[in-house]
């Protein structure tokens, strides 16, 4: 099973950017889908943006035209580029991945990373 583990996330202002990135140990993540979701407190796990195996990529709508998904194969990664960050995006994003049909639900990801805390201050 693979591993996955998240870093870049941190306190921004409002307007700033955050770079993510999740790295995945155990197997090559070209032949997977990778999702990222995030959490705020008190509220469900929610999709943000994904990479499928088909290389097709497919955003939220409060993530187009700010958030940007790709993958690094040198690393073995893929990252989540935030810009224009809104108090609310603070969240803690995951990484998700499977083999299966690319997907928005969270249901359908088998392997998730501990997540990364994201804050935007106003």
């Known amino acids: 099973q693979v591993q996955l583990v998240e870093s870049g996330g941190g306190l921004v202002q409002a307007g700033g950017s955050l770079r993510l990135s999740c790295a995945a140990y155990g197997r090559t993540f070209s032949t997977m889908t990778v999702a990222w979701f995030r959490q705020a407190p008190g509220k469900d796990r929610e999709f943000v943006a994904r990479v499928g195996w088909n290389r097709i990529i497919k955003y939220s709508d409060s993530a187009k035209g700010r958030f940007a998904i790709s993958r690094d194969h040198a690393n073995n990664a893929v990252a989540l580029q935030m810009n224009s960050l809104k108090p609310e995006d603070t969240a803690v994003y995951y990484c998700?991945?499977?083999?299966?049909?690319?997907?928005?639900?969270?249901?359908?990801?088998?392997?998730w990373g501990r997540g990364t805390q994201v804050t935007v201050s106003p």
């Open positions: 998700a991945a499977d083999l299966g049909v690319p997907t928005t639900s969270a249901s359908e990801y088998e392997s």
